[in-house]
């Protein structure tokens, strides 16, 4: 079924605010030898930096679901994309280390507020939501990977201040499309619940919503959605390390010229391409599969998966096992997300989907950062065994919290308006 108008334009705008969301995240570590460099600081300082850049991605999606919710989603995206795109033209003008740290601050405020409200968007004026929650994630995908292959492609013959410029571009490109753009942000829900903009809640509004989504199916959401960024952030923070230390990698013959490149990057790049494919197939499911079987199964696969690492980079194993594997790690990991995006859309009232998303990806991106820290300490203390074991872990108990979404499927229904559930009370 091809798409409505509405659909189509609400699916161009949310498209380029994904992919610059992660166009920009991907690229600042490109810059981080560089500014090791520039600025004649230790790793530990910078990395300190950066982390504080990165923190307020997860952290601000909860305050960004809110004010979707108060101001409406598109005037939010073209805020993200404002704010983005001027905190990389303060970081190509940055003369010093904290001037970076104002930068990057900067952009973590300006980002975090994109996926609240641009999953918002989409839950409220796309009909066919599953279709676009698929292209919405390809666009983020292309993002991620397009960022880091374009800024350490432009670093090899341009000052890194003149890239982060470069960068910045079609950001303020795409804050000119949505200027122009048209569309109807509650088109999907038009016999429901107001979802547009409301008057701003009160403190004791905030809690009765908050507190009507945590009584709903919406809890058990926000406990796998927990796990699942546990697995995801662990996952793509150490298996380009874990990729480099195979002795597959180190052995590995190059064509003349093309020593310096590693094949380890490569490879990880090339997960992420596939996830592209992982998230169309996702998407286009949703139609077809409730949210709590398909999140069950891509759980109880992407525990398999994980296990299936141990041999597969134990020495003496070969490069295809590895090149087969992280592909197929590549489609589920990116498969699931548009099952719980639309778990979310199906289990929470329109008129606090801001809020639902926002608490969605303080889930995905704040707490499931922590495995950031516990992956370490693992890889560290124990054995790659150890990670992956850990690793599996995260996607088995996600396995089993979807499982009790599926079981209570005939108990687990639509949640009615917020204002209709506190009205009740």
């Known amino acids: 079924m091809a798409l409505n108008a509405n659909d ?22 490109i ?15 910078l990395g300190l930096i950066v982390a504080l850049g990165y923190a307020p991605f997860g952290l601000g999606a909860l305050p960004g679901g809110i004010l979707a919710d108060r101001y409406g989603t598109k005037r939010l995206i073209l805020c993200c994309l404002t704010g983005m795109s001027l905190s990389f033209l303060v970081l190509s ?38 279709t676009v929650f698929a292209w919405h994630g390809i666009a983020g995908n292309a993002g991620i990977a397009l960022g880091p292959f374009v800024a350490a492609t432009l670093l090899i013959s341009l000052d890194w201040s003149l890239v982060a410029a470069l960068l910045a571009v079609p950001g ?84 003349a010229g093309l020593e310096g490149i590693e094949p380890a990057d490569y490879i990880y790049v090339g997960l992420l391409v596939v996830g592209i494919g992982g998230q169309y197939a996702g998407g286009k499911l949703t139609d ?12 109880a696969v992407l525990a398999v998966l994980a296990l299936l690492f141990i041999p597969a980079t134990a020495a ?30 199906i289990y929470t009232p329109p008129d606090a989907r801001g809020l639902s998303y926002g608490f969605t990806y303080l889930a995905e991106f704040g707490f499931g950062a922590a495995s950031i820290a516990l992956g370490g300490f693992v890889l560290d203390a124990f054995s790659r065994t150890a990670f992956f074991a850990l690793i599996a872990g995260f996607a088995a108990v996600g396995g089993l919290v979807a499982g009790v979404l599926l079981l209570g499927s005939g108990r687990f229904t639509e949640t009615q308006s917020v204002a209709e559930t506190n009205a009740d009370d």
């Open 8 to 29: 189509r334009s609400i699916a161009g705008f949310t498209m380029a605010g994904h992919a610059l969301v992660h166009w920009f995240e991907t690229s600042i570590p």
């Open 93 to 130: 003008l940055a003369t010093s280390i904290y001037a970076i740290a104002v930068g990057l601050i900067l952009w973590g405020i300006a980002a975090s507020v994109y996926h609240p409200a641009g999953l918002a968007l989409i839950s409220t004026g796309v009909e066919d939501r599953g």
């Open 172 to 255: 303020v490109l795409a804050v000119i499309y949505g200027l122009s753009v048209g569309f109807e942000p509650t088109a999907a829900v038009a016999d429901e619940a107001d979802a547009g903009p409301d008057e701003a809640l009160s403190a004791s509004e905030l809690l009765g919503n908050t507190r009507t989504l945590f009584a709903s199916a919406f809890a058990v959401v926000f406990v796998l959605v927990t796990f699942e960024g546990l697995y995801y952030r662990g996952t793509l923070t150490y298996l380009p390390e874990i990729l480099h230390g195979l002795p597959a990698m180190n052995g590995l013959p190059l064509p």
């Open 316 to 345: 003496g194993i070969g490069l295809v096992p590895v090149i087969v594997l992280c592909g197929v790690l590549g489609f589920f990991l990116f498969a699931i997300q548009p099952f719980y995006q639309n778990a979310v859309a």
């Open 288 to 299: 077809r599969v409730t949210p709590a079987r398909g999140l069950t199964g891509i759980f």
């Open 31 to 45: 810059f981080l030898v560089v500014w090791l460099a520039e600025f004649d600081v230790g790793t530990t300082l």
